[in-house]
């Protein structure tokens, strides 16, 4: 079958399972998971890693300089909710660089660090949505019943197809530029597609 004619549905079941085949990823979900959020998942650099690793067959997996986990929570928000949030979690794996970010409040930052006015997030979906790249903008959670839900509020194609694209709901072109200069995209994965800005 061609790539291009792969299904979301088989997609999302090739991520589950390379998910599931990372001790390390499958670790950190169930200290997410031991927090009792009601919207979370573990997203960005930790799940595009993982799936470009695979693909370019890599045997030894990418040193992550964080896990990236998100949550979306109108009722108990402010920077020492995900300070605290945090600490619970470096506190069950001391060894990771953990950073928690509530959705329901980047608007808040925006405003703060970047003088910027824009709209509340509505759920963590829309969150994920806004992250700088397609490819970027997808989570993954551990359900009670051991399932592992898929969070791609554009898709998995990107990801799995090791294409790099802009997406400006949030981001400018300048940042996304800058983040695929410093990350060394294409010189960390070679087979990496990189659109321009």
């Known amino acids: 079958m061609h790539r291009n004619e792969i299904s979301r549905q088989e997609l999302e079941r090739r991520l589950v399972a390379m998910v599931r085949s990372s001790s390390h990823l499958m670790a950190a ?32 997996p990418s040193v992550l300089e964080d896990v990236d986990v998100v949550h979306f929570d109108r009722k108990t928000f402010g920077p020492e ?8 979690l470096r506190a069950l794996m001391p060894t990771v660089q953990w950073e928690v970010t509530n959705q329901a409040t980047v608007h808040q930052w925006f405003a703060s660090n ?3 006015a824009v709209l509340p997030l509505g759920s963590l ?36 197809a090791l294409r790099v694209r802009h997406s400006p709901l949030r981001a400018s072109c300048a940042v996304y530029r800058q983040r695929v200069e410093s990350k060394r ?13």
């Open 29 to 60: 979900l169930l200290a997410v998971r031991s927090l009792g959020l009601d919207s979370w998942c573990i997203g960005a650099g930790a799940v595009r890693s993982l799936v470009w690793d695979a693909l370019h067959g890599f045997e030894t």
């Open 81 to 88: 909710q995900d300070a605290h949030l945090e600490s619970r």
């Open 114 to 116: 970047l003088g910027q």
């Open 125 to 160: 979906e829309e969150g994920v949505a806004t992250w700088p790249e397609f490819a970027t903008c997808v989570g993954v959670y551990l359900s009670d019943d051991e399932s592992i839900g898929v969070v791609a509020p554009h898709g998995l194609d990107d990801l799995f």
């Open 185 to 197: 995209f294409g010189e960390r994965w070679p087979l990496l597609s990189i659109d321009a800005c």
